[in-house]
């Protein structure tokens, strides 16, 4: 036979083939046609030698994305973008690089202890045209592993768990880390409706740039360490994977900049939860749930947020107010309806808040650190900062020579000025913010040096002091003021 023979009958039967296929898809009754599939695959399963696991995108009642796919995605794509023909590009981290994974209906091969496994990427579309807003969710994505039968133990016992660890590695490694608030519930439901909106987290503190003594930002560090290994550790203890640490100091000392620091260090997202906008306890719950692992959850200015101790007026109060016929005319009674509705909307307690963070609740979805920032401690009710709930409480200060000399390298580059004394002097006797050294240390114009800088820092402290002397002497001027005046009155007295 010659080749041209040869081509010419296998184009007949792909032909033929194609036409039974056509005829059998038209003709043959739709009941029957899962049958037939069904008996198909029974035919190839006793014939084929191989076995394939499927690992569908969405899973679970409200098509949650998998996070086994997503794994696997990620392992995929560091070991498809050598071999595979056809790649999907994505930008991640910082819109810095390129991810390459395999495309849609892609095939590559793995190798693991010598055991060959092939890796496809499918899709399933939907006959029935339906209108969606969501049109790629109509759209069923599943990655399909295919593998000798002999190799089904090793599979199931080790590869499989092989490839998510290291999947879930890599998506640590290249992930985007986003900075959340959380939406007013009204905003919970229809299109798109999300719990907690996001944008990227790009702040560039970190503790390199934080004015602090180093010798309690070393042992933050080491407790930050401590914590993101301590899996098997809380576990032993019974304790969820979770840390709380309260900062508290006066305004400027670095409050919030510690929780971006800590959020870049750690590599972890940071929901910045507005409590003001939750309407009650079990919203608190269900935006707790939402939260992902890995993550920093901070409550701002804690003492400002809600009036945690009691709400609504007491009681008796409201009452006197009717006996007193306030309510009774319709305008007074329309503001009061009004005022009462808007009260609802933050009817967050001290006890929802207590259980969102060491109720049962918290445990869900592990490994988090929650962190409460306030200018006055002495403000907050002990229940709600005793140990275990807020396991460090880190004090804000003003500025010492050990944070400012930090500050001078940050915003001018330098170690040491011949000035460095003399402002180590005033840092002794004044007190300052790091926010205000930092404003002083910048330069103000393009022809400004690092002399007059710290000048301006020099200036800025000896004012200051000026002002504290001044105030100190008004105080104990007043004081003795009102000595004299209480001796003078006792005199009379007697
Ligand atoms: N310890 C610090 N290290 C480095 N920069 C600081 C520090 N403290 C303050 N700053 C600078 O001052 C600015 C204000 O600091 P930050 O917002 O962190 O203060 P805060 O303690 O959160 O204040 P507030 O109580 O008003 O919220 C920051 O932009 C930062 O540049
Ligand atoms: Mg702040």
Known sequence: MSVLEMWTNLGTAIGSLMFAYAMFQQYFPDQLHGYARTYLQKLIGFTSPYIHI????????????????TAIQSYLSANSSMRAKRLKADVVKDNQFVVLTMDDHEEITDDFNGIKIWWSSRKNTPKTQS????????????????????????????????????????????????????????????????????VVFEHPASFDTLAMATKMKEQIKNDLIKFTKGKDYYAKIGKAWKRGYLLFGPPGTGKSTMVAAMANFLNYDVYDLELTKVKDNSE????????????????????????????????????????KGENNDPISKKKKELEEEKGKSSKVTLSGLLNFIDGIWSACSGEKIIVFTTNYVEKLDPALI????????????????????????????????????????????????????????????????????????????????EEEARKKAEEEEKLKAEQEEKEKACKEQC
């Open 54 to 69: 499927t690992f569908h995108e969405y899973t679970g009642e409200r098509l949650k994305r998998s996070e086994v796919y």
């Open 131 to 198: 209108f969606s807003f969501y049109p790629d969710k109509d759209e069923r994505r599943y990655f399909t592993l295919t593998v000798h039968r002999r190799h089904r133990e090793t599979i199931m016992t080790s590869y499989i768990d092989h490839v998510i660890k290291e999947g879930k590695a890599i998506s640590v490694k290249n992930r985007q880390r986003k900075l959340y608030t959380n939406n007013p519930s009204d905003n919970w439901h229809g299109w798109k409706a999300t719990k907690w909106s996001h």
């Open 284 to 323: 608190l719950r269900k935006l707790l749930i939402e939260t992902t692992s890995k993550s920093i959850i901070v409550i701002e200015d804690i003492d400002c947020s809600l009036d945690l101790t009691g709400q609504r007026k007491p009681k008796k109060e409201k009452d006197e107010d009717d006996e």
């Open 386 to 465: 005793r140990r275990g709930r807020m396991d460090r409480h880190i004090e804000m200060s003003y500025c010492c020579f050990e944070a400012f000399k930090v500050l001078a390298n940050n915003y001018l580059d330098i170690d040491s000025h011949e000035l460095f004394v003399k402002i180590e002097k005033l840092l002794g006797e004044v007190k300052m913010t790091p926010a205000d050294v930092a404003e002083n240390l910048m330069p103000k114009s393009v022809g400004e040096d690092e002399e007059t800088c710290l000048k301006n820092l020099v200036a800025a402290l000896e004012e200051a002091k």
